[in-house]
């Protein structure tokens, strides 16, 4: 025999799942109130890290019906959702979504929606990166040094080689100039490929 179970999520302790329950029991679902997960965990935890889901999810079985108001409800993006709901088809679990009319997503019309989501999902990702790299390439071509701050100056590098020159060992420079001793090899390693 076929159960439903709802799960109802907020980010913020002092949002509420009220009106989640409203929007499914308006839509003429009458679950039982020991079937409801309400949990309230930020959205950048994945689905099955959250300590309510994680608890729906061994209560679960083949046959049972999972409902959500919304797609992020049940997870942080889109590759996180469509994992989601995978692994609930995989037990046998439909999901259905009430802000896409209520269509199952482990049905045929649910697979293509979640086809055409997380196609959109990997377009934003991939005009993401885009921007990022043009923004890095203006940056550069403006003359900008990317990444972290060089621990010493040119001079201190120069030290720093002089002083190995003269025998000085590597901790007993990164004491000195109040670095660590990756830094001063880093700095030796590489005046030794210069070199070579």
């Known amino acids: 025999m076929s159960r439903t179970f709802l799960y109802a999520r907020v980010s913020t302790a002092d949002q509420t799942t009220a009106n989640q329950l409203a929007e499914v029991a308006a839509a003429g679902f009458a679950i039982e109130p ?22 729906l999810l061994d209560r679960l079985e083949d046959g049972d019906v999972l409902i959500v108001t919304k797609l992020d409800r049940l997870g942080r993006n889109a590759m996180d959702v469509r994992a989601t709901v995978e692994h609930l088809a995989s037990i046998g679990v439909r999901v259905h979504c009430m802000a896409l009319g209520g269509v199952d997503l482990t049905s045929a019309a649910g697979k293509m929606t979640m086809g055409v989501l997380g196609a959109v999902a990997e377009f934003e990702r991939d005009l993401l990166i885009e921007r990022t790299q043009a923004g890095l390439a203006r940056a550069r071509s403006e003359g900008k040094v990317m990444g972290r701050p060089r621990a010493l100056s040119e001079q201190q590098r120069d030290a720093v080689l002089d002083r190995l020159a003269a025998g000085e060992s590597v901790s007993a420079i990164a ?9 001063v090899m880093r700095i030796r390693d590489r005046a030794m490929q210069v070199s070579a």
Do not use: D, H, K, Y
């Open 175 to 183: 004491r000195a100039l109040a670095v660590s001793r990756p830094t």
């Open 34 to 55: 020991r079937r409801i997960v309400a949990e309230n965990i930020s959205g950048s935890v994945a689905a099955r890290e959250r300590p309510g889901f994680s608890r």
